[in-house]
């Protein structure tokens, strides 16, 4: 696979970003060189746990030259999703190089061309460079106090597919994403008790009103000034989903937008989670302090001071289930300095440009309250505008 000649264009990544930017490339008449780190296009979403679906609904998650079928009904499922994607090359007229894990991207100033080493040790050069490689690359499961010695299993909310492996089991969850919200749920359906430790009151939304998905809310007040869009949203998750202080999940202390910016998670967009709570059949607790053996150390409360010794809680779960996140690997993947901010996150989006990287652009690192797709489809044609016009 290896290729000597310099490419016009290198996509890293053929997930739903990728294939748009490559779309895009072909549409404005430039060959794009698109590699994918699994072995078939489709197979991130392809193995997704079973029942996802999509929280943009059909509309809304339109990518570039690709509108969901009608008879994938209102909120697309992982089969929808992955026949989209795995149809994406031939539909768009391109190629993807499958089973290619990118190492290293860097920038040859002298000769003004970025080049690309594979973990294989294969060599690229391309004049421009997009990396598609999305927020979900490296899973993260924190370095808890004691965790070596836990005598049960820890796997990460990505490595889960169904909540019939666990049943009887009791199970405790770790996170506020919709992930874990939707993880919770399922199991409460299989397993003996389904425990969710919260470090910060999530954002808990409607995940349509009156039939509009809240991706469309997202669209009308996109150009709203952020407190008015954060005054609406709260008004929306004290009148359609309530309060849940009494069942260990108060209201979150910050608005949305402030939230977002400091830990990058959407608002739980799952109903079921919140019936659930109601229910009894999930029970919230703060944070794990710590882990001996089989006993896994919680706050009783959110937020509780950690040196309330008298409000520990041990746990003995069977599984906890991660659902803690995500590192994007920029800081490593891209040798630019400067190019990652702190949490590992790009510090330039879409059609932005880094001052020492010229013709680099990443995708899909953006998840506004208009929804992920819908972002990716414009941001892929303003990237490729902007090649179109440097190359």
Same mark, same amino acid.
């Given at each position: ?49 079973? #029942? ?124 506020? #994403? ?159 300095? #400067? ?53």
């Amino acid at each position: 696979m290896e290729n000597n000649d310099i490419h016009d264009v290198t996509v890293i990544g053929a997930g739903p970003a990728g294939l748009s930017v490559a779309y895009e490339l072909v549409n404005a008449g430039i060959k794009p060189f698109v590699v994918e780190r699994t072995a078939v296009v489709g197979d991130v979403w392809r193995n997704h746990y079973d #029942g996802v679906r999509l929280n943009s609904g059909r509309y809304f998650s339109a990518l570039s030259g690709s509108k969901f079928p009608l008879s994938a009904g209102s909120w697309p499922s992982r089969e929808e999703v992955v026949r989209l994607l795995e149809t994406f090359p031939t539909r768009g007229g391109f190629t993807v190089h499958t089973d290619i894990d990118i190492d290293k991207v860097s920038y040859d100033r002298q000769r003004d061309i970025w080049l690309i080493t594979s973990t294989e040790g294969k060599h690229f050069e391309s004049r421009a460079v997009v990396m598609a490689i999305g927020g979900c690359r490296i899973p993260v499961i924190p370095n808890w106090e004691g965790v070596e010695t836990f005598s049960g299993e820890i796997l990460h909310s990505s490595k889960f597919k169904n909540a019939q492996a666990f049943s009887g089991k009791h199970i405790l969850v770790v996170g506020s #994403g919709n992930s874990a919200a939707e993880i919770a749920s399922k199991l409460t359906d299989h397993a003996s008790s389904v425990t969710v430790s919260v470090r910060t009151a999530p954002h808990i939304l409607p995940k349509s009103i009156y039939g509009i998905p809240l991706i469309g809310i997202g669209v009308w007040t996109r150009s709203w000034p952020t407190a008015w869009v954060d005054g609406l949203l709260r008004f929306l998750q004290h009148s359609m989903i309530g309060d849940l202080s009494a069942h260990g999940l108060p209201y979150p202390d910050l608005p949305l937008s402030k939230q977002y910016a400091i830990n990058n998670v959407v608002p739980i967009l799952y109903r079921p989670f919140v019936d659930d709570v109601r229910a009894g059949r999930i029970k919230i607790v703060g944070p794990i302090q710590k882990i001996t053996g089989k006993s896994v150390h919680v706050l009783r409360h959110i937020h509780t001071s950690p040196t309330e010794e008298n409000d520990l809680v041990a746990l003995e779960p069977d599984v906890i289930i991660a659902g803690t996140g995500f590192r994007t690997g920029i800081s490593k993947l891209v040798q630019v300095p #400067g190019i990652a901010d702190k949490d590992d996150r790009s510090v330039i989006a879409g059609d932005q440009e880094f001052k020492d990287a010229p013709r680099l652009y990443f995708i899909g690192q953006i998840n506004p309250l208009s929804g992920l797709l819908r972002e990716i489809r414009l941001e892929a044609g303003r990237i490729v505008q902007k090649i179109k016009h440097q190359l």
